[in-house]
T-cell receptor, first 110, second 117 residues
Framework: GDSVTQMEGPVTLSEEAFLTINCTYT??????LFWYVQYPGEGLQLLLK?????DKGSNKGFEATYRKETTSFHLEKGSVQVSDSAVYFC?????????FGKGTKLTVNP | GAGVSQSPSNKVTEKGKDVELRCDPI?????LYWYRQSLGQGLEFLIY????????KSGLPSDRFSAERTGGSVSTLTIQRTQQEDSAVYLC???????????????FGDGTRLSIL
């Protein structure tokens, strides 16, 4: 069945460090891909999305590129801030429901 | 409000009791989804509605779980004879339409934190 695998955390970085969170998926067909973020005490928010191969989603300095050949959608940010501390979820939407990865907790220290 | 609204935000109940969780989707959104978020299990799909019908109930973990949606709007998720393993955060989401139409994202509520004693 469809699945999403993302790197396990927790990830701890210093402010201004480079961030990569790996995400790969298995699916029949070509799903849409999403990154959601959950800040402490808050609900899930859409961070960015890509709907077809080679699309790049971007928001708030975060980027992810839909790579069909490697079935990946890695999340990157060049310089993280303390306010980026949150749990990040990769998800695919090949059918009506979303299939999520288990989440990666990011902590950014000043 | 403009977003997905869930109530109650927290619910503590004794094992064996029934609970009802409510979701108000974004106005005009025809698709509504329920997910469960628990430690060690991540986010699990439970059920989705297109209008008032539920084409996919495949994620409901047992027959103690049921959901309905009326008027194409509000949905309730009911758990009967609750067990301790039902403790989790139950999340509701909505989107304009279901399906792969342009990869529409789902908009989530803040969830109901359910604790079974």
């Amino acid at each position: 069945g469809d699945s999403v695998t993302q790197m396990e955390g927790p990830v701890t970085l210093s402010e201004e460090a480079f961030l990569t969170i790996n995400c790969t998926y298995t699916a029949t067909g070509y799903p849409s891909l999403f990154w959601y973020v959950q800040y402490p005490g808050e609900g899930l928010q859409l961070l960015l999305k890509a709907t077809k191969a080679d699309d790049k989603g971007s928001n708030k300095g975060f980027e992810a590129t839909y790579r069909k050949e490697t079935t990946s959608f890695h999340l990157e940010k060049g310089s993280v801030q303390v306010s980026d501390s949150a749990v990040y979820f990769c998800a695919q939407g090949g059918s009506e429901k979303l299939v999520f990865g288990k989440g990666t907790k990011l902590t950014v220290n000043p | 409000g403009a977003g997905v609204s869930q109530s109650p935000s927290n619910k503590v109940t004794e094992k064996g009791k029934d609970v009802e969780l409510r979701c108000d989707p974004i106005s005009g959104h025809t698709a509504l989804y329920w997910y469960r978020q628990s430690l060690g299990q991540g986010l699990e799909f439970l059920i989705y509605f297109q209008g008032n019908s539920a084409p996919d109930k495949s994620g409901l973990p047992s027959d103690r779980f049921s959901a309905e949606r009326t008027g194409g709007s509000v949905s309730t998720l009911t758990i009967q004879r609750t067990q301790q393993e039902d403790s989790a955060v139950y999340l509701c989401a909505s989107s304009p339409n279901a399906g792969r139409s342009g990869g529409q994202p789902q908009h989530f509520g803040d969830g109901t934190r359910l604790s079974i004693l």
